[in-house]
């Protein structure tokens, strides 16, 4: 991969939240700055994804391979969902175009989407069929669909990231215990992928000299995916806690003050 695709994305990330940020009306409260900081963090990992010192060996390297996988679909997409996209272009357009932006938020379409168990199928769903099938021997002679396959990683995974967490302007989300059970649930299926990567290269290990990275490939699948995914749960429960906080009433003895 070349180097002005990674520049493309990434500046198309970048001068969008930038546009977005200057464009929201100066009465609102400031946009804190941690949720920029995890924007230029999820463009970041974006961009070391893409770039050609590791695009490069995707083809030849499982590892690589991997590595691309992780940052893509799991460790960019919980950045770039934790800086409140959704929110700030709200914030950011007319009146006229938030109310519309908002009735395509709450419509069926988005709604059936970003349910945490379409966005499951589509994400881990997605890449038993990558792993599970031809398709990934088939990417490496054909770019178009490489890339069709690595903008479907990070699309599904900032979806996924989107429907679990919950947070920030959206369709009605199933509570909380639901979209825990499918964040576990996920994290098992993304767990049995690895395992199954890892049996399959030690069967084959006596007559593949490619089969000791393919190992250390599905290792890093799948303590690499427990690491995303635990930073996930905290992600959510912490929003979680937030939410209830907000909620409670204040002590007798404030009030009273």
Known sequence: MT????????????????TALRRRPAGLPAWPVARTVAWLLGALAVVVALSP???????????AHMAQHLLLAMYAPLALVLA??????????????ARR?????RSPVVRVLAHPVTAALLDVGGLFVLYLTPLLEATATRPWLHALVLAH???AGCLFTWAVLGQGPGPRRPRLAV????????AGAHA?????LYARAEIHAHHDAHAATMQQAALWMYYGGDVAEILLAVALLAA???RGARRRPAPAAAVAT
Do not use: K, N, Q
């Open 3 to 18: 180097w002005w695709a990674p520049a493309l994305v990434v500046g198309g990330l970048l001068a969008g939240y930038g």
């Open 53 to 63: 010192p590791l695009a490069g060996l995707v083809h030849d390297d499982h590892r």
């Open 84 to 97: 409140a996209p959704v929110e700030l272009v709200l914030s950011a357009l007319p009146r006229v175009g």
């Open 101 to 105: 932006f908002a009735r395509v938020l």
């Open 153 to 155: 990683m990070l699309l």
């Open 179 to 186: 979209r825990l059970a499918v964040l576990v649930a996920a």
């Open 192 to 196: 049995y992928l690895a395992t199954l």
């Open 240 to 242: 979680w806690y937030r």
